[in-house]
């Protein structure tokens, strides 16, 4: 089956009890024994839970992958991940990331004595540079959030490859329709599904998807202990979004390429960073892993003074000024003071991210109803 009709179908059966088309959402926390031990296959609904369990097997089907496993929220997905890690081992993640993967890796994980090199993984003679037998994971995120960079994923993974060291490729801005890290080299993918796979602004929900079948016993084991696990009705939510996911793709590509070279045209914008400009500096990259380039984008102002920013920032009226991304409606956002003002600014200036970056998700609406919205707060 081809992608789009997996979305639809891939992983669903009609409910086995009632013939219901769309999945029960299985509210309860445990499930009767008829003897003990005999049980149908769950025990308890942090263990397992049929709701979770058909949206498991959607999200590797879509993602190539064999194994998924849901979590309360991306982080918590990231969480799992570097649990993965004993106190000494070192891993290697993108210098130009989401802020929350960086606030947990240093201000969480660093404690409890696990070494964090922040590199520019365009260049990946900079992984190989530290590289060392401490490391055991490479943590990347490509397109990067919010500079738009490309990491060559086949390029990481054959480096993990040689140093048989883990990859995890967060794949939340490409989204599965558009990029498929597993087919890549990567070890796990993971996505915050709060984003384009839910697609609706409306639920928290984190995943992981695997080939390796030592792997995913492993995190499942840290899943179930550690319990953060979405509840049903959240992956209820998620597996509703999937089944548009290439529907809305197809439009945030097509409106996301109007908006870019809108902005790109514009005598007061400045730089304009999206990944499908044919002169990207990773062009040829992002052509050969990706799909279509997707609506997110990030520009900065001529006058990019701080009073310039603010007033452009709050003059949106169908680009609603919010944190996140991904869902049917326009964002725009600040991330030096909003998604990214957890990494420490003298940090997102060496990175290249400046005060006066705007970022933008565009949804789904008309283009040129989102084009004049822009005009007017320019
Ligand atoms: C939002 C986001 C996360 C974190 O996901 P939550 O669902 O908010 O916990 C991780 N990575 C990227 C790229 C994100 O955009």
């Not at 597996?239 to 790109?264: P, Q, S, W, Y």
């Not at 956002?333 to 705007?358: C, F, Q, V």
Request: aromatic share 8%; charged share 20%.
């Amino acid at each position: 089956m081809r992608l789009s009709t997996r979305l639809i179908h891939g992983g669903i059966e009609p409910d086995p009890t009632t013939g219901a088309i769309m999945t029960p959402i299985y509210q309860t926390s445990t499930y009767v024994q008829s003897a003990p031990g005999k049980h149908k296959g769950y025990e308890y609904a942090r263990s397992q839970n049929p709701t979770r369990a058909v949206l498991e097997n959607a999200l590797a089907g879509i993602e190539n992958g064999k194994f998924g496993l849901c979590f309360s929220s991306g982080v918590a997905a990231t969480d799992a991940v570097i649990k993965l890690l004993q106190p000494g081992d070192e891993v290697i993640a993108a210098n130009d990331m989401y802020g929350g993967t960086y606030r947990l890796f240093t201000k969480i994980f660093e404690k409890f004595g696990i070494r964090f090199h922040f590199v520019d993984m365009q260049d990946l003679n900079n992984i190989r540079a530290v590289i060392n037998e401490h490391t055991k994971l490479i943590w990347t995120e490509t397109p990067t959030n919010p500079l738009m960079n490309i990491i060559d994923i086949a390029g990481v993974a054959s480096i993990a490859k040689q140093y048989a060291v883990l990859l995890c490729v967060d794949n939340t801005f490409a989204s599965p329709y558009l990029q498929n890290p597993l087919d890549l080299g990567a070890d796990i993918v993971l996505h915050s599904a709060t984003k384009y796979l839910g697609g609706h602004s409306d639920v928290i929900h984190g995943c992981l998807v695997m080939n390796d079948t030592g792997l995913r016993e492993k995190l499942y084991f840290i899943q179930k202990s550690c319990g953060a696990v979405p509840g049903p009705q959240d992956c209820f939510l998620v597996l509703r979004g999937l089944k548009t996911l290439h529907v809305r793709m197809d439009r945030h590509c097509l409106n996301g390429e109007k908006i870019a070279h809108f902005l790109r045209n514009h005598p007061k914008v400045g730089k304009v960073y999206w990944c499908g400009f044919e002169d990207h500096p990773a062009y040829a990259i992002a052509k050969k892993q990706m799909r279509g380039f997707g609506g997110m984008m990030s520009f900065t102002l001529k006058d990019d003074s701080p009073e310039n920013t603010t007033r452009v920032l709050s003059s949106t009226k169908l680009f609603a000024l919010a944190e996140s991304l991904g869902g049917v409606e326009s964002l725009i956002n600040h991330p030096a003071s909003m998604t990214h003002a957890s990494i420490p600014r003298e940090e997102r200036i060496k990175n290249g991210l400046e005060d006066s970056l705007i970022r933008l998700s565009v949804g789904i609406e008309d283009a040129d109803d989102l084009i004049a919205d822009l005009e007017q707060a320019l």
